[in-house]
C-alpha cells in the first residue's frame, strides 16, 4: 500500500491492514511532514517469508515505489516473520525475512511494525527486543504504539489477544501470552488506552493500525471480537481504518 498525505487521503495498493488509536499510556513516537506538509509511507503485512513466495521480488517493487514516492516510513501490519515468528533474538530469520531482503535504497527508513498471529507462535519478547533495533535500525515493533506525523497520527493496535480462538481452539499451535495474560485486564486496559488517544488526537487524520480484519469478504471472515470492542471507539470518534487483506 502506498499512502501520500497532502490534505487529502490516497490509497494505493493495499498490501496490509490498520485500525485508529491515540495517546493514553501508549509509547509516543513522532515523524515530520516534508517541506511542503506532504506524508508518504509504505504498509505490508504477512511478508516474513525468507525471500520465498515472491519476498524478494515485491520488496524490490515496494523500493522502487518508495523511492518514488520519497516515503518517510514503513508500516507492517504483523506476521512478520512465518511460520512461528522469532525463536530468539539470534534467529537468522530476521536477517533472511527483513535485513537481507527490504534492501532496496527507497526502503532504508524506519519500519514500524505490530505483531500478527504467526508472530505470537514464537519468542516475542524477542521481535520487541532493542537487540534487533542495534542489528538494523530501521526495525521497530511493539505490541501498541502512536507514530505522530502532526496531520496524521497513527494508531498502532496488538489485535491477536483479542481472538478467542487462539486461546480456546489453538489447533496444536503454542502462543506466547507472556505479557498478555490476564488477558481480561490486558485488553480492558489496551481499549482504554486506544479510546483516551483517540479522543486526546488533535491531528486532521487518525489511523489504527493492525493485523487482523474487522470486516472482511475473505477467507478469514470478520473479526467479530474487533468489531464487538474495538470498532464502536473507532465509529465513535470517525477513524480511518485500513485492514490486513
Known sequence: MAVVWNGLLVLGLVLGFCLVSSLGELELFAESPKGDGSLAFLVVGDWGRRGNYNQTEVAHQMGIIGEKLDIDFVVSTGDNFYEDGLTGVDDPAFQESFVNIYTHPGLQKQWYSVLGNHDYRGDVEAQLSPILRKMDSRWL?????????????????????????????????????????????????????????????????????????????????????????????????????????
Not at 506466547?176 to 488533535?202: F, I, M, Q
Not at 493500525?209 to 470486516?215: A, L, M, N, P, Y
Open 141 to 245: 515493533c511493539l505490541r501498541s504504539f502512536i507514530v505522530n506525523a502532526e496531520i496524521v497520527e497513527l494508531f498502532f493496535v496488538d489485535t491477536t489477544p483479542f481472538v478467542d480462538k487462539y486461546f480456546t481452539k489453538p489447533k496444536g499451535d503454542v502462543y506466547d501470552w507472556s505479557g498478555v495474560l490476564p488477558r481480561k485486564r490486558y485488553l480492558s486496559n489496551l481499549l482504554r488506552d486506544v479510546d483516551l488517544a483517540l479522543r486526546e488526537s488533535r491531528a486532521k487524520w487518525k489511523i489504527v493500525v493492525g493485523h487482523h480484519t474487522i470486516k472482511s469478504a475473505g477467507h478469514h471472515k470478520n473479526t467479530d471480537e474487533l468489531g464487538a470492542q474495538l470498532l464502536p471507539i473507532i465509529q465513535v470518534l470517525s477513524t480511518r481504518f485500513i485492514k490486513n487483506i
